[in-house]
């Protein structure tokens, strides 16, 4: 399973009960401009889990428009953003490196075994259900 379905499919639990929507750029509709709605999207969301890897940060899309804008929402607590590193990457080179990862960064889930890994995607889940339980709470 892909990193792209594994990571909604450990959110589930969050949908079914209708406490969250998951939304990721695979949703936008043919004939959408990808551009328009994916923006509309980051500048909307109340959380932004990045999923951090080589081919990620090669993107000049991504390096100029998504984690850009993601972190000034993070700045002025419009979006939480979570991020955890998928592949060995130059992360620490980037401005993601000033915001708490969800796991060890030089830890890439692609070096963990599947015990690891669940383990890494359940801090996901819990990390996701706690920025819910906070934004509710008196």
């Known amino acids: 399973m892909s990193w792209l379905n594994r990571t909604p499919a450990i959110l589930q639990p969050l949908q079914q009960t209708g406490r969250?929507?998951?939304?990721?750029?695979i949703d936008i509709e043919a004939g959408a401009r990808w551009d328009v709605e994916l923006r509309?999207?980051?500048s909307t969301c109340d959380i932004a889990?990045?999923?951090?890897?080589?081919h990620f940060l090669q993107s000049d899309y991504v390096r100029n428009v998504e984690p850009?804008?993601?972190?000034?929402r993070s700045r002025t607590s419009r979006t939480r953003l979570l991020w955890i590193v998928l592949s060995q990457s130059p992360w620490d080179k980037t401005e993601l490196v000033?915001?708490?990862?969800?796991?060890?960064?030089?830890?890439?889930?692609?070096?963990?075994?599947d015990s690891e890994?669940?383990?890494?995607l359940v801090?996901?889940?819990?990390?996701?259900?706690?920025?819910f339980a906070d934004s509710v709470a008196p």
Do not use: F, Y
């Open 117 to 120: 890994v669940q383990v890494a």
């Open 68 to 72: 850009p804008l993601l972190l000034e």
């Open 40 to 42: 509309r999207k980051l």
């Open 20 to 25: 969250a929507h998951v939304w990721t750029d």
């Open 98 to 113: 000033d915001t708490q990862a969800l796991s060890d960064p030089p830890l890439a889930l692609e070096d963990m075994n």
């Open 49 to 54: 889990i990045l999923l951090v890897s080589t």
């Open 123 to 131: 801090g996901l889940r819990q990390a996701v259900e706690k920025q």
